[in-house]
């Protein structure tokens, strides 16, 4: 079975640090695209970060400085270090795969596979 599945979310205070992992089952990750999105409550989703096969990346204004994306490849899986962590960082968080050559697209409108989401609250 084709799937992605994050991990990693939960809830932590302003300030601090958690590390969101996306790992693959069915097919390897590294020829893919991985994005990834937040959406938080009565928002559309954005797009947060992306890393392309090549390693491109790219992020979203407001999470620069605070976020870093990663891959590794031997593992099937990717992550977003997220440091500095806001309230307004609150949402379910996902990761997508796209079957891209090139520069990775933030926020892109069409991938291959999603994954389920993972919740990320930040509060005091």
């Known amino acids: 079975q084709l799937q992605l599945v994050e991990s990693g979310g939960g809830s932590v205070q302003p300030g601090g640090s958690l590390r969101l992992s996306c790992a693959a089952s069915?097919?390897?990750?590294?020829?893919?695209?991985i994005g990834w999105f937040r959406q938080a409550p009565g928002k559309e989703r954005e797009g947060v970060s992306c890393?392309?096969?090549?390693?491109?990346?790219k992020y979203l204004d407001s999470v620069k400085g605070r976020f870093t994306v990663s891959r590794d490849n031997a593992k099937n899986t990717v992550y977003l270090q997220m440091n500095s962590l806001k309230p307004e960082d609150t949402a379910v968080y996902y990761c997508?795969?796209?079957?891209?050559?090139?520069?990775?697209?933030?926020?892109?409108?069409?991938?291959?596979?999603w994954g389920k989401g993972t919740l990320v609250t930040v509060s005091s």
């Open positions: 997508a795969a796209d079957l891209l050559l090139g520069p990775c697209i933030l926020g892109a409108k069409t991938v291959d596979y």
């Open positions: 890393i392309s096969s090549s390693s491109d990346i």
């Open positions: 069915g097919f390897s990750l590294d020829v893919y695209a």
